[in-house]
């Protein structure tokens, strides 16, 4: 199981190598700044969906990544 610290450093460098350093500021910046309810938008984002529609969409997406 790894760690918050090494979760967190991973996820910078994904948002830093994705986004480019300061858009990835920009992002962390509003994520901070804005209320954002994660269980909230995860439903809304996969309301009419299946878990194996959404199975398909991550697997597609992870291919193309």
């Known amino acids: 199981m ?16 994705k986004l480019g350093l300061i858009d990835a500021e920009k992002f962390i910046a509003y994520i901070q ?5 994660y269980t909230e938008w995860q439903r809304k984002l996969f309301k009419n969906k299946s878990a194996k529609e959404i199975s398909k969409e991550a697997m597609e997406f992870r291919k193309n990544y």
């Open 2 to 17: 790894r760690t918050s610290n090494e979760i967190l450093i991973e996820g910078y460098e994904i948002l830093n190598e």
């Open 33 to 37: 700044r804005e209320p954002f309810d």
